[in-house]
């Protein structure tokens, strides 16, 4: 027999379990890929850690942020953890560029807003400088930003690789990695999210539509690579 599906209930139901709104549990199928990638992504970590890729030196993980170290230890999904500290992040529908064509610049801007305009994510990239800031601006009164240098060549074309990727966590750093100013961009299956940390004890977050996160990768590559 059929039950009436109580949407009070549900919405307690998310609540009590921590779950942010507008989020329900995967499906067995979804739920096992979800653990697989997330697998693959904390063996990812662990490896770059160890002093593979662009790392010059090796990084003390017990220096780790406690929610990457607890990722790594298995103890908790990143992609969940970080999505219940910011359940109601503001919803990124639009993109706009400048230049907006690809013609090479040394000062590019990426401003993407959601639908009133009420919060703003713009991304600058300064070629000559081989620097990128992001700046989260809420009500165009309050703004944090976060300023990355000399991002290179590797953990940028890695980046751009996992983040076409159906789903799964994507780190975008620099070679000193959780001691400079950071981004960490979560894939999920109605939208991308997007967090800034800094060492200096302050965060953000967005959540981008996928037709805009798409925009942002292809701006992005074609930034970073003007000169090849």
């Known amino acids: 027999m ?7 209930d549900t919405k307690r139901q998310f609540e009590r379990d921590g779950l942010p709104a507008g989020t329900g549990r995967l499906n067995p199928q979804a739920a096992e890929t979800h653990t697989r990638i997330s697998q693959q992504d904390r063996q990812r970590l662990m490896r770059d850690l160890a002093g593979t890729g662009s790392l010059k030196r090796q990084i003390k993980v017990d220096k780790a942020p406690v929610t990457i170290k607890q990722f790594l230890r298995g103890e908790i999904e990143l992609d969940t953890e970080l999505a219940r500290r910011f359940a109601s992040a503001p919803l990124m529908t639009s993109i706009a560029r400048s230049p907006r064509d690809n013609r090479p610049a040394s000062h590019a801007i990426a401003m993407l807003t959601n639908q009133d305009s009420s919060a703003m994510l713009t991304l600058d990239i ?6 990128m800031e992001a700046t989260f601006t809420l009500n165009h009164m309050l703004a944090q930003r976060f300023y990355m240098e000399h991002l290179n060549g590797y953990d940028k074309r890695r980046w751009l690789d996992l983040m076409r990727r159906e789903a799964g966590v994507a780190f975008l750093w620099t070679s000193r990695r959780w001691e400079d100013d950071y981004l960490i961009f979560v894939l999920r299956p109605h939208y991308v999210r997007m967090y800034a940390f800094s060492p200096k004890r302050f965060e953000a977050s967005a959540r981008l539509t996928h037709p805009v996160a798409r925009q942002l990768i292809n701006w992005l590559e074609a930034r970073w690579f003007q000169a090849n």
């Open 2 to 8: 059929s039950r009436d599906i109580n949407v009070g």
């Open 126 to 131: 300064y070629s000559d400088q081989e620097v």
